[in-house]
């Protein structure tokens, strides 16, 4: 009956934004920040539980088995320098059509998730190369679908910007070029605040859509921290103001610094906005509340809502642990990832016939055209094994980790 509730509730906002159409929703018709909780339109407490849609709108190397070819911009070089550039934007529409289905969505709210989190590259809103479009890329049409398959779901989303102009991490994990320019390019900046106040005026009045993840592990700690982390603040700052100005009842997401993972930079006096909240990301440690005791300091600081946006790629019983000790402390959590080769996923993509010779010329070494010549592989077998890829990752082709899921708590078969 809750679920039956909550769809004609989400539906019930969507008729009124087409009837009110320009005209503002009241805060009330979108989840809230209420002190250290989230509270939903019908004024129900909410602890997020739910997963990423990573490896979609921002492929990442170590899900398709490869280890130094590991960002997007490295990933399509490879698959063009193997294939042809032709081929390979055949290849990415199928992939983005087949990764994340409707079947997808469904599944996830059958195992008793509230929340997805979808990370995605700024470069599907701008007319830079991308995944197979040359312009006008579809990022609004991706998301679209997405939210109207979430309504369906009774589902929240957040909008996870993973990688923004110039790079905000200056690793594999933005796709950038090795250094976070982000914080150094006036142009990059503009670029990014553009791109969130044309993402936040479009989705205004749109309930499904939790909130705005501004950037993703900002500030890898290869850098000089101390110089970078005093510019992160700012930006938020300055991205927020102009967001506010086209949408202002949508949380907003900020995380921390070096890996989502250090708060200091970041004021104590939640002195940003009323409707801010804040994500950390863990991996490894210990599977306590201890291990993440700066996080609810922070927390209790601010009293503002904190949320583990990734966590995971460890033994059952650790995530078992961890989770209930996120839970038990108030910080709901989105697991990394949903789907992707080789498990510690909620479902686990087959390995296609021949993905090995994929797997063994993408991760040859490729610094010239002799090399490239020399490792490339029988083309037809390689064509068919990217077509069985993006085939395979049809959720219903897909095989279900239950043990995985029973860790998280969440409702198997």
Known sequence: MKT?????????????????????????????VNGPDLITPDGQKLLIRGTNLGNWLNPEGYMFRFGRTNSAGRIHQAFCEMLG????????????????????????????????????????????????????QDGFQRIDTLVDW????????ILDMHDAPGGQTGDNIDDSYGYPWLFESEASQQKFIDIWVKI??????????????FIN?????????????????????????????????????LGGAQWNGNFKPLSQDASFDDNVMYTCH?????????????????????????????????TNEWMSAFRQAMEE?????????????????????????????????????????????EARPEQALARQALLDFAEN????????????????GLKTN
């Open 85 to 136: 550039p032709d081929f390979v934007d055949e290849f990415w529409k199928q992939y983005k059509d087949k990764y994340v289905t409707k079947a997808d969505i469904l599944f996830l709210k059958a195992t008793g998730c509230n929340t997805i989190r979808l990370p995605f590259h700024y470069k599907l809103f701008t007319d830079e190369d991308y995944m197979g479009l040359y312009a006008a």
């Open 217 to 253: 592990e900002p500030i890898a700690p290869y850098f000089d921290i101390e110089e970078f982390n005093t510019k992160l603040e700012p930006l938020y700052r300055r991205t927020l103001a102009e967001v506010r100005k086209v949408d202002p009842n949508h949380i907003v997401l």
């Open 4 to 32: 039956f509730s909550f769809s004609l509730l989400f539906l019930a906002l969507f008729l009124s934004v087409g009837c009110q159409q320009a005209e503002t929703l009241p805060r009330e018709a979108f989840v809230r």
């Open 329 to 373: 402390n108030n910080i709901g959590w989105t697991f990394w990832p949903y789907k992707k080769m080789a498990g510690s996923s909620f479902v686990s993509i087959n390995d296609p016939e021949h993905w090995d010779k994929v797997v063994a010329f993408v991760e040859s070494p490729r610094s010239t055209y002799k090399e490239i010549r």
């Open 393 to 408: 990752s049809l959720f219903g082709n897909c095989t279900i980790n239950e043990d995985y899921l029973r860790a998280l």
């Open 282 to 314: 863990r991996y490894g440690g210990e599977a306590s509340a201890e291990a993440i005791r700066g996080f609810i300091e922070f927390r209790d600081k601010v009293n503002r809502p904190m949320y583990m946006g990734e966590i995971g790629h460890n």
């Open 150 to 157: 979430c309504r369906e779901a009774g589902l929240y989303l």
């Open 200 to 213: 936040a005026a479009y989705y205004t009045n749109e309930p499904v859509i939790l909130g705005y993840e």
